[in-house]
């Protein structure tokens, strides 16, 4: 029992072991510190790219509406161009069909071509200025 006997040692801190643990203490309280600042960074960075992933999101709406409008104006525009090409291949036929009914000369069936012509930029005008 003689070892235990010196209790007034036992109850003291080595200096060199309150030494280290400060050490530890001030590595960890850095750590923490740079840990929190790269925490902060990182989420004001992560809010920034959810506005610019928002405003994204709004400008593809705007996009896609703008897209399907801009769809329904060539379908219509489509359309036109198959009335006007059916008007004139109809158009074609009724001259060729008064030409071999007539046996029109060459000078009246160009003279029919022109009228017919007329009418035609008649027609296309028309539904241009309807359209506008």
């Not at 902060?40 to 703008?66: H, T």
């Amino acid at each position: 029992m003689i070892g235990l006997g010196n209790s007034r040692r036992g109850m003291k801190s080595p200096p060199l072991l309150i030494a280290a643990l400060v050490a530890c203490m001030i590595v960890l309280g850095f750590n923490y510190w740079t840990a929190r600042s790269r925490n902060v960074d990182l989420q004001s960075r992560i809010m920034e790219l959810e506005r610019k992933v928002r405003r994204a999101a709004a400008e593809r709406g705007a996009v896609e509406l703008k897209k399907n409008e801009f769809q329904g104006e060539l379908e219509k525009q489509r359309e036109q161009i198959d009335k006007i090409q059916f008007l004139h291949s109809f158009q074609m036929e009724n001259v060729n069909k008064v030409h071999q009914d007539e046996k029109v000369g060459p000078l009246q069936a160009v003279l029919l071509t022109l009228v017919l012509s007329f009418l035609m930029y008649g027609i296309l005008t028309m539904l241009f200025s309807v359209r506008k």
